[in-house]
C-alpha cells in the first residue's frame, strides 16, 4: 500500500515503459488504488496520473474502468490459486489451504475485492471465467476428501461449507469486523477454525 507522498508519484517515466510493462504497471497501480479507496474510488484518469502516462493510456489496454476491474480479478484469481495449490504441494493438508486463503486476502486486499464482486466485472469475460475455474478447482480437490467422509459423500455441500466458513473468516478481517483481541494473529486463529473442516 502506498503513502500519500508515493501515491502521487509516477510508478515510472512512460518513455521506459515496453508494452506488457505498462500493463503491469496499470494493474500494480490500479492494486494499491483500491487497497486506498476502494474499488468504487477507481478512475482511469487518476490511474494513468499514478502510472505516469497519458490518460489514453489504461483505456488503450482495459476499455473502461469494468474492463480494468476484470483484468484486476483474473489477476487476482491467477494469484489465489498460486497460492492454494502451492499450499496444498507443500503440506498435503486442506486446513492449512484454508489458511493460505485468508493469508492470500489479507495480503492482497485490492485483488480480493474485486474478485468477489461480479458487478464490478464483465462477467462474460473467457479469461475471467477460466481465472475463477482454476481458483475453484483447488477447492473442490481437498472438498472431495471432507466428502469422502460423510454418510453420502456430497462433495458440492462439501466445497460449499469449506468455501463458507474460509471467505467468511476472510471477509470479516478484511473489513474490520471480526472482534479479534488486538495481539491476536489472524492466521493462527484461521488455523484453528479451518481444523473444523477436518476434525
Do not use: N
Amino acid at each position: 500500500m502506498t503513502t500519500p507522498a508515493s501515491a502521487s508519484r509516477p510508478v515510472a517515466d512512460r518513455q521506459s515503459y515496453h508494452h506488457g510493462d505498462l500493463r503491469h504497471a496499470l494493474l500494480t497501480a490500479a492494486v494499491e488504488a483500491i487497497e486506498e479507496s476502494g474499488a468504487a474510488a477507481v478512475s482511469l484518469r487518476d490511474l494513468a496520473r499514478r502510472a505516469g502516462v497519458s490518460h489514453a493510456a489504461p483505456a488503450h489496454h482495459f476499455g473502461d474502468k469494468a474492463g480494468l476491474l476484470t483484468a484486476v480479478a483474473v489477476e487476482g484469481f491467477g494469484l489465489f490459486a498460486d497460492a492454494l495449490d502451492a499450499t496444498w504441494e507443500r503440506t498435503g493438508d486442506f486446513a492449512e489451504v484454508g489458511v493460505a486463503y485468508v493469508r492470500f486476502g489479507l495480503t492482497h486486499r485490492g485483488h480480493f475485492e474485486v474478485m468477489f464482486q461480479p458487478a464490478l466485472c464483465r462477467t462474460d469475460s473467457a479469461d475471467l471465467t477460466a481465472a475463477r475455474a482454476r481458483a475453484a478447482e483447488s477447492l473442490r480437490a481437498g472438498a472431495a476428501l471432507l466428502a469422502a467422509r460423510t454418510d453420502d459423500g456430497d462433495q458440492q455441500t462439501a466445497t460449499l461449507a469449506a468455501w463458507s466458513l474460509v471467505h467468511g473468516f476472510t471477509a470479516l478481517q478484511v473489513s474490520g469486523a471480526l472482534p479479534l483481541p488486538p495481539d491476536a494473529d489472524p492466521e493462527s486463529v484461521a488455523r484453528q477454525v479451518t481444523r473444523f473442516l477436518v476434525q
